[in-house]
């Protein structure tokens, strides 16, 4: 997709799916609702769509300051 940086190859709608489970989660904070609205009987399917890397661990733990 021109202008947003996104590889046409990555541009599919499984992608789209995620995109929108992690930016809905990020703001609603709510994995209950979140595996309603994807049609998930278990949570720890919806877990699959939010899980976070050690990159991203990282760098929130670098924004708080904290020594550890």
Known sequence: ?????VSPTKVF???LRHL???TFYG???DIA???DILGHASINTTRIYIVTT???HKRKLD???LVV
Not at 1 to 5: E, I, L, P, S
């Open 63 to 65: 924004h708080m300051r």
């Open 33 to 35: 609702k979140l595996a």
């Open 20 to 22: 929108f489970a992690r």
């Open 54 to 56: 050690g990159e991203e």
């Open 27 to 29: 703001i609603e904070k």
């Open 13 to 15: 709608p499984h992608n």
């Open 1 to 5: 997709m021109r202008g947003w940086g």
